[in-house]
């Protein structure tokens, strides 16, 4: 025996229900500031991830690191990042969004000062693990600031401004690496200047209003009323969406009490959607794109660019590339789809690193060989590249015809960028971590292509499909999860590549990277669904279920209480107000009329795959069941 309820009562403009309410136009400043304010999180996490690639080559030669310290110093914002990132939701939804960015801009410009100013190793690793906290932080909650502050029919947009301000502090890192490269002390200045946003972002923020959202949880309805007030129009309907707005969270609240996180794992489909969540975010790791980003300027100096400012050059193009991808990727989401726009770019990722890996190879082939015999029985090599796997130095004469006379030579111990004594008296160059190469553009042209693939798809669309998979219940902890995994996979990733080189060569660590892809993509190809155009309370159809939201009472959909309708005053139209065509620039578009039922049924959770109103197309690419 079955019965149906409307699963959204009569509340209205709510997933599935009636139509939007009306949307009047009008500008929207204070929304669009308080987006751009929020973004200089996005801006500084970019930045920041993006300056170690140009300032390490720098670092490395005063400092004399080694590749542990190396990988230690790029590695220690990933892993505080990681840890910060699983406390962020839960300090986010105590404290609020906007302490919780205050305090990632305090920890940005804190450890900016810090890294710019370090004296040692020791103190710019201290630097680094302080910046990790604003990543960590910035990261986890900018996004939910900006989406929950945002209007329905902007939300989309204004929430891809983060991604933007991300790979564009990638892009400004790059750039400025590259005019302070030849500048005294040039590194210290590529870390310092991030603590500028940081300064301006602090201020703004205190300025600008909480999150309306944050404040309807907390109880504070005459306070989100307020807010809503500054973030929209004249003539918006305020009353409504905050009507709205507190009804969705007494449905997410009533949830949780009923199925806590625990019962994700418990529940087929859910458990489902964060498996996929997870490999999704772990899959984008392992393709090695943070390798590309952290390491693009020693990746261009191994393939044979010897110059360390044509380096940190060069190394801009990949980032302007990441930039130009990303903008790319914002337009096709939702023409395209997420699963043909993602699976094509981990295929087109898949075969630029294999390419990458070829471009080392034939370096590696054709490089120059030794013609002066070694003293030394680990150094008796037969050219450059074999001489640098074997853990030595090779040195060479600059001849007008080209390099020649190489020798092989031993490290210095502590301080491998340093020329061999032998070398120095000679007035020969030492190449301790790149050979001279006739190809050098091969493996910078793998780099560019790497990016045109994987930025459009594997660079937004697993942190765009993971806000969606999950019921509501489970949304923010789903997300959660996804995203520690993406931190971890990240830290395991940038710990071990200079690791990697050293023990399977160049060529083969990429191939390794190219290697992973391809399994990543023919796991994606099974079980990766097509979300764009699922209403989110028929996501689990795709997963095996048939939706366990818990419905609407009519009770949820009260409108605000009279003081909050006096304080927002003339600024909230009348009901009944004749529909505008847009808001805040965006189109808006009616939703069709509620069709959507849930059954409260017996059946198997398969049991609405054959009922009109749920059945998820056959394009769809359900997942397949175990």
């Known amino acids: 025996m079955s019965m149906e309820r409307p699963l959204l ?40 991830t993006g300056v170690v690639s140009g300032a390490m080559v720098l670092v490395r030669a005063e400092f004399h690191l080694s590749d542990t310290w190396h990988e230690l110093i790029v590695s220690a914002t990933v892993g505080t990042a990681w840890l910060l990132s699983m406390a962020a939701g839960p300090l986010a939804d105590r404290l609020g969004r906007r ?95 991030a603590a500028l946003p940081a300064a301006v972002q602090l201020p703004g923020l205190l300025a600008l209003p909480e999150s309306p959202r944050f404040l309807v949880t907390r109880g504070r309805r005459s306070e989100a009323a307020a807010a809503l ?42 458990r489902r959607a964060l498996l996929l969540g997870c490999g999704l975010q772990v899959i984008q790791q392992l393709a090695g794109i943070n390798t590309v980003m952290y390491y ?34 914002m337009a096709l989401v939702e023409r395209v789809g997420r699963r043909p726009l993602t699976l094509t770019s981990l295929l087109g990722t898949a075969g630029a690193l294999a390419l990458l890996a070829a471009g080392f190879w034939v370096n590696a082939a054709q490089s120059l060989p030794v013609t002066v015999p070694a003293e030394f029985p680990q150094c008796r090599q037969y050219n450059c590249a074999s001489c640098q796997s074997a853990g030595c130095g090779f040195c060479f004469d600059e001849t007008p015809v080209g390099p020649a006379n190489g020798s092989c030579l031993p490290l210095l111990a502590g301080n491998a960028s340093a020329p061999s004594a032998e070398c120095r008296a000679a007035h020969q160059v030492w190449a301790a971590d790149w050979c001279p190469a006739p190809h050098s553009w091969l493996p910078v042209l793998g780099l560019c292509l790497y990016l045109v693939a994987f930025a459009p798809g594997m660079g937004p669309m697993p942190w765009t499909i993971n806000a969606e998979i999950y019921p509501a219940w489970a949304r923010g902890s789903g997300s959660g999860l996804a995203a520690s995994c993406n931190w971890l996979a990240n830290l395991a990733v940038s710990l071990t590549f200079l690791s990697l080189v050293g023990a399977l060569g160049r060529p083969g660590t990429f191939l390794l990277y190219a290697a992973v892809a391809a399994a990543g993509w023919l796991l994606l190809l099974r079980w990766l669904p097509e979300t764009r155009g699922v209403r ?29 309708a006096a304080l927002l005053g003339a600024n909230s139209s009348p009901e009944g107000s004749p529909p505008p065509p847009s808001v805040c620039g965006r189109t808006a578009h009616p939703r069709p009329p509620a069709a959507v039922t849930a059954r409260r049924t017996e059946l198997p959770d398969r049991s609405l795959q054959g009922e009109a109103g749920s059945q998820a197309p056959a394009s769809r690419h359900p997942l397949p069941q175990p």
């Open 99 to 193: 302490p919780v960015i205050l305090a990632a801009s305090a920890a940005f410009g804190a450890g900016a000062l810090l890294a710019a100013l370090a004296g040692s190793q020791q103190t710019l690793l201290a630097g680094r693990l302080v910046l990790g906290v604003g990543i960590g932080l910035a990261s986890s909650t900018v996004p939910v600031l900006i989406a929950e502050a945002a209007p329905a029919e902007a939300r989309g947009f204004l929430t891809t401004v983060n991604i933007a301000f991300t790979t564009g502090g990638q892009l400004a890192a790059a750039l400025l690496c590259g005019a302070l490269a030849d500048v005294t002390d040039g590194w210290r200045w590529m870390m310092g200047v």
């Open 536 to 564: 989110l309370e028929n996501m689990a159809v795709l997963f095996g279920g048939d939706g366990d939201d818990p419905p609407l009472d009519e009770d949820d959909c009260e409108p605000p209480p009279e003081e909050d």
């Open 229 to 270: 007030t500054r973030l929209r129009p004249t003539g918006f309907p305020v009353r409504t969406e905050l009507a709205r707005v507190a009804a969705q969270c007494a449905r997410e609240q009533r949830g949780r009490r009923a199925c806590g996180p625990t019962a994700m794992l418990r529940r087929p489909a859910v």
């Open 9 to 48: 009562s009569e509340c209205p403009g709510t997933d599935g229900g009636e139509p939007e309410a009306p949307l009047p136009p009008g500008r929207c400043a204070m929304l669009y500031l308080l987006t751009a304010i929020s973004a200089i999180g996005g801006f500084l996490f970019g930045y920041d």
């Open 296 to 329: 693009s300027a020693s990746i261009i100096q191994m393939s044979g660019v010897r110059d360390p400012t044509t380096a940190i050059w060069l190394a801009a193009l990949p980032a302007a590339v990441n930039f130009a991808g990303t903008l790319v990727g």
